[in-house]
T-cell receptor
């Protein structure tokens, strides 16, 4: 079974530029998450999708961050304009929608390391 | 807001030593998971515990869920350099409408020296 795919793996941009990250979840997984992880810390949830609908985006800085999952499969996360404090690893995860235990087991992609200079 | 406090934040030990990482909260969780993350990779799920008092073993790793489902521990016996990484606990809220949403601890960075 293929895992969660993310691209690019690394990105370096200047502040005020824009950047987009792509995620392809595990086939059949209805729920998709985007996290921001500062080096050495736990992931912070940015947005959660259930199929193509947003379940939780309470911690997404909506003035600069946007995300979509138009067909309920792939997702993109965009930052525009980027700030220095956006430097972090952006992780995508997915989970299935069946059963109590499986619904909370999240499978992560390798992440995109963003550096804003 | 449900918080998970992990301790210690950093752990540096010699190969062969034992260690325990703790994950504590004042909130009740319906389940709790442990992940390990290596540099440059995403977190990898190690185990899920659901029942209060549940103990699960994964080779040299022993995971326990507290009786009240507010805390958990991870014990590693005879640590090896391959155990090095960031260990994360994550809890699923009991009740509410946050279906599928996990609360992550801040992580424990473990370094095992040969």
């Amino acid at each position: 079974e293929a895992g969660v795919a993310q691209s690019p793996r690394y990105k370096i941009i200047e502040k005020r530029q824009s950047v987009a990250f792509w995620c392809n979840p595990i086939s059949g997984h209805a729920t998709l998450y985007w996290y921001q992880q500062i080096l050495g810390q736990g992931p912070k949830l940015l947005i959660q999708f259930q199929n193509n609908g947003v379940v939780d985006d309470s911690q997404l800085p909506k003035d600069r961050f946007s995300a979509e999952r138009l067909k309920g499969v792939d997702s993109t996360l965009k930052i525009q304009p980027a700030k220095l404090e956006d430097s972090a690893v952006y992780l995508c995860a997915s989970s299935s929608h069946s059963g109590l235990r499986k619904a909370y087991e999240q499978y992560f992609g390798p992440g995109t390391r963003l550096t804003v200079t | 807001t449900q918080l998970l406090e992990q301790s210690p934040q950093f752990l540096s030990i010699q190969e062969g030593e034992n260690l325990t990482v703790y994950c504590n909260s004042s909130s009740v969780f319906s389940s709790l998971q442990w992940y390990r993350q290596e540099p440059g990779e995403g977190p990898v799920l190690l185990v899920t515990v659901v029942t209060g008092g549940e103990v699960k073993k994964l080779k040299r790793l022993t995971f326990q869920f507290g009786d009240a489902r507010k805390d958990s521990s991870l014990h590693i016996t005879a640590a090896q350099p391959g155990d090095t990484g960031l260990y994360l606990c994550a809890g699923a809220p009991a009740g509410g409408t946050s279906y599928g949403k996990l609360t992550f601890g801040q992580g424990t960075i473990l370094t095992v020296h040969p």
